[in-house]
């Protein structure tokens, strides 16, 4: 029989024990059942990654559905630092069989030594499927390379296209800062977005939505394995109301000039052509733009970086009057019949105001005004009516206004009035900024595109605004309903009836359209960008000619037709051109009847005498979706 102490001693430590194992089990249970799901989580966090994969991007069309800026695949190089072993051998070897400078390899080993050794860097892009198969075909002398596929940015119509699309970048740590929550994929290496015109003001219906990607990690965080993927939603596509083949036309008519079209339908105000001459290849951006090309486009004194149809301001010039005339009628200071004599002057206190034709027109009434350009009719305008009721009538006409598009910078130009100068100059208004103000000069500026407009509504007498986004993600952009111009129909009849003399009578006669069914109507326009002084005057003025390119004046025509029922207007500007009817009309003349045919109109369209140069003149130009092989040499500055 053993000792009464030993039992107690092994009930106590038997005891004990059962006590650690309750708590062991309570502990396991809280663990496992109360906190397991807690704890599933926090595992799986440290096994699973979730990637960002980047959405397409939506495309963009024209009216007719032709694709102005779509996706590609895009086959790329990439390598992890860790399999290469020896990045530098690898990539020498690599170089042997895809075109890979010596700069860029550099910048790869840079990216490498900046990142974990299992994270993949981007060697190569863009290349042909010859190169994949190639590097392919050598993988086991190319430890750590791999040949993927993706999607990348591509303009079918560069040059023609690249002001109104514009294109897309890397995102830069200034994209960023801009941004009040940027979205997760923007963080993603290389994701591009918009950087300039469409593809920058629509950027968020064009991106999309990424999707994920779930991938198993060891401890250190190298991919072991795919888990699954979730696609995300594609960014939706626009249609523009660009048609492409007129925006192709225009910018082939105007090479080798610096020079800006609009095009705009009279009945609703859709924007047909926005072309600014010279352009520039938006590819370039999406594929690496060179040095060499990144310094000689700034370099280039034609801007072709600038978008001439909507940022570009210029003294609208007699394309002005058109506006003043408008002005006068509706201030009731002028009856269409009433008469202004023009002696080639008008006096105001020692200085004279001189209109362009020397000997002055004689009598002139509104008509005639128009017909024959007379500045002196419009210094008296301008007398009569003042800076404030110009301004008024301008902005009632789409002048001196930053219209709603979705592009970059669009200007609001400068239709100035008595409390602007005030304001701004520090000055009185004066008589004499009245007469500046009725040629369309001194203070005053306009776009291409305002001027487009104020044609439009003249032409059609309808409020219209413009518009450059047809539909979105298939949905139909609604055409706004048609709302009358607040403006005397009787006074918009005298104006056309003017707007059609100068076309078929006067300034711009040469540039007529013969065809019965397509009669134009027009207004030419020439603006100074130098002052001539008194002593020039009278030795004779110096001709455009015989000036450096940049002290010419600007060339300006608008115009629309048909003349009994208008459906098409025309606003062209052609910088430092010299006059309007001899340099901008042909060329808007040209656009206009594109427009009509809906593509090159017949030779019986042109006057007889013009024919055979026209036919030599469509020869002439570069090939359709080229812009011209290079730019003429300028004159010396």
Same mark, same amino acid.
């Given at each position: 029989m053993s000792p009464p102490g030993i039992g107690r001693r092994a009930a106590m430590l038997l005891g004990v024990q059962f006590g650690l194992?309750?708590?062991? $089990?309570?502990?396991?249970?809280?663990?496992?059942?109360?906190?397991?799901?807690?704890? /599933?989580?926090?595992?799986?966090?440290? &096994?699973?990654?979730?990637?960002?994969?980047?959405?397409?991007?939506g495309i963009i069309t024209d009216r007719t559905g032709a694709l102005m800026a779509g996706n590609r695949q895009n086959y790329r190089i990439i390598m992890v630092r860790e399999q290469a072993r020896d990045p530098a051998a690898v990539l020498a070897r690599l170089a042997e069989l895809i075109e890979l400078p010596a700069d860029?390899?550099?910048?790869?080993?840079?990216?490498?030594?900046?990142?974990s050794p299992f994270v993949p860097v981007v060697v190569a892009e863009h290349l042909s499927w010859d190169d994949v198969v190639r590097v392919s075909a050598n993988a086991p002398v190319l430890p750590g390379v791999e040949a993927e596929v993706g999607l990348s940015r591509f303009y079918p119509d560069g040059f023609s296209t690249a002001h109104v699309v514009g294109y897309v970048g890397p995102v830069s740590d200034a994209d960023l800062a801009k941004m009040e929550s940027p979205d997760p994929v923007l963080q993603i290496p290389r994701f591009q977005i918009g950087k300039t015109g469409v593809e920058q003001r629509l950027e968020s219906e064009l991106r999309g939505e990424a999707g994920t990607l779930r991938i198993e990690v060891s401890a250190s965080g190298r991919v072991m394995r795919e888990l699954g993927r979730a696609e995300g939603t594609p960014g939706r596509d626009v249609e523009l109301t660009i048609d492409k083949g007129l925006q192709d036309y225009a910018m082939r008519r105007m090479a080798g000039q610096s020079a800006a079209a609009v095009v705009v339908d009279v009945t609703n105000g859709d924007i047909l052509a926005l072309a600014s001459a010279p352009g520039y290849d938006p590819n370039s951006f999406v594929f690496g733009i060179s040095s060499a090309e990144w310094k000689g486009l700034l370099a280039d004194e034609y801007r072709p970086f600038a978008n001439k149809t909507v940022t570009g301001t210029y003294p609208p010039g007699s394309t002005f009057k058109v506006a003043m005339a408008l002005a006068a009628l509706e201030a009731g200071v002028v009856s269409p019949r009433d008469v202004v004599s023009c002696p080639g002057y008008t006096q105001l206190g020692n200085r004279r105001f001189h209109c362009w034709k020397h000997g002055g027109h004689g009598r002139v009434d509104l008509r005639r005004s128009l017909s024959q350009s007379c500045d002196c +009719? +419009?210094?008296?305008?301008?007398?009569?009516?003042?800076?404030?009721?110009?301004?008024?009538?301008?902005?009632?006409?789409?002048?001196?206004?930053?219209? %709603?598009?979705?592009?970059?910078?669009?200007?609001?130009?400068?239709?100035? %009035? $008595?409390?602007? /100068?005030k304001a701004v100059k520090h000055e009185s208004w004066t008589t004499g900024d009245s007469f500046n103000y009725g040629i369309g000069q001194g203070f005053t500026l306009a776009s291409p595109l305002q001027l487009a407009l104020m044609t439009a509504r003249v032409a059609g007498g309808i409020d219209l605004a413009p518009r450059l986004v047809r539909a979105v993600g298939g949905v139909a952009v609604p055409d706004p309903a048609p709302v009358a111009l607040d403006i005397d129909p009787r006074h918009l009849a005298a104006v056309r009836d003017g707007m059609f003399a100068v076309s078929n009578e006067g300034t711009a006669y040469r540039s007529r359209i013969v065809d019965p069914a397509m009669l134009m109507?027009? /207004?030419?326009?020439?603006?100074?960008?130098?002052?001539?002084?008194?002593?020039?005057? $009278?030795?004779?003025?110096?001709?455009?000619?015989?000036?450096?390119?940049?002290?010419?004046?600007?060339?300006?025509?608008?115009?629309?037709?048909?003349?009994?029922?208008? &459906? +098409? !207007?025309?606003?062209?500007?052609?910088?430092?051109?010299?006059?309007?009817? *001899?340099?901008? *009309?042909?060329? !808007?003349? %040209?656009?206009l009847l594109y427009a009509l045919h809906g593509g090159l109109p017949p030779l019986s369209a042109y006057p007889a005498e013009q024919r055979d140069a026209i036919e030599k003149e469509r020869l002439a130009m570069p090939p359709e979706g080229q812009e011209a092989a290079a730019t003429p040499a300028r004159d010396p500055a």
């Open positions: 194992a309750g708590v062991l $089990a309570w502990r396991m249970r809280d663990l496992q059942i109360v906190q397991g799901d807690r704890y /599933k989580l926090l595992a799986e966090e440290n &096994r699973i990654n979730l990637r960002l994969i980047p959405p397409a991007r860029r390899q550099e910048r790869a080993i840079r990216e490498m030594a900046g990142r +009719y +419009y210094y008296e305008m301008g007398r009569r009516l003042g800076p404030d009721r110009i301004s008024a009538m301008a902005h009632r006409l789409g002048l001196g206004i930053a219209h %709603d598009l979705p592009m970059p910078a669009v200007s609001t130009g400068n239709m100035p %009035d $008595a409390a602007w /100068k109507a027009g /207004k030419t326009g020439t603006s100074q960008v130098r002052i001539i002084s008194a002593a020039e005057r $009278a030795a004779g003025v110096t001709s455009n000619e015989q000036l450096p390119w940049r002290r010419r004046d600007h060339a300006l025509f608008v115009c629309y037709a048909p003349y009994d029922k208008p &459906r +098409y !207007a025309v606003a062209q500007i052609v910088e430092h051109g010299g006059g309007g009817s *001899a340099v901008a *009309a042909p060329i !808007a003349r %040209d656009i």
